[in-house]
């Protein structure tokens, strides 16, 4: 079975400090790694993606996330923050050697509030 | 621009009445999921559905039912509405052409009063 672990339920930062958003993930066989995005009382939006291939991902809105395997983890990163950025935020993971390949797991989300 | 709509922002509703959920999507993509988002417990899948007229049950589908009989449309149903089913709901889709991201709709919120 597959996991995701958020370990932060919230995360201030001050606005053009970097921030970090952290994920870790718990997985047989190799994962796609996912962040969305949620602005209060709206959809989920896709930020960035790992597949496979160079360990830093570049999104959007300037977010960027390591893929290490060895840490078994993918934290989101931002060299400096906005308080536009203000949202929750969640890491998701999907196993291509999973049973129900077809899902994601998604963490229980981390609110990242950029404070003026 | 790719796109998932929901019926509805925000619906109120009294216990015991039959509520429709529904989420179209316009990308072809073969996979539709509905999931349910309250405070403190994250996004938990309700029905996932791989194809037309399939679907399986996700991790909470207890008092809930879907139908799919088309590709681009996924209906959630609430056979008898209960105040404990307050909450967002929200409807996605994916494809393995795209690794199975997914894609949000904006959410329901619904209200069982």
């Known amino acids: 079975a597959q996991s995701v672990a958020q370990p932060e339920d919230q995360v201030n930062v001050a606005e053009g400090n970097p921030l970090t958003v952290k994920c870790t993930y718990s997985v047989s066989g190799n994962p796609y790694l996912f962040w969305y995005v949620q602005y209060p009382n709206r959809g989920l939006q896709f930020l960035l993606k790992?597949?496979?291939?160079?360990?830093l991902v570049k999104g959007s809105y300037g977010f960027e996330a390591e893929f290490n395997k060895s840490q078994t983890s993918f934290h989101l990163k931002k060299p400096s923050a906005l308080v536009s950025d203000s949202a929750l935020y969640f890491c998701?993971?999907?196993?291509?050697?999973?049973?129900?390949?077809?899902?994601?797991?998604f963490g229980s989300g981390t609110q990242l509030t950029v404070l003026p | 621009d790719v796109k998932v709509t929901q019926s509805s922002r925000y619906l109120v509703k009294r216990t015991g009445e039959k509520v429709f959920l529904e989420c179209v999507q316009d990308m072809d993509h073969e996979n539709m999921f509905w999931y349910r988002q309250d405070p403190g417990l994250g996004l938990r899948l309700i029905y996932f559905s791989y194809d037309v007229k399939m679907k399986e049950k996700g991790d909470i589908p207890e008092g809930y039912s879907v139908s799919r009989e088309k590709k681009e449309r996924f209906s959630l149903i609430l056979e008898s509405a209960s105040t404990n089913q307050t909450s967002m709901y929200l409807c996605?889709?994916?494809?393995?052409?795209?690794?199975?991201?997914?894609?949000f709709g904006p959410g329901t919120r619904l209200t069982v009063t």
């Open positions: 790992y597949i496979t291939g160079d360990n």
């Open positions: 996605a889709s994916s494809t393995v052409r795209l690794h199975y991201e997914q894609y």
């Open positions: 998701a993971i999907e196993s291509p050697s999973s049973g129900s390949a077809r899902q994601l797991t």
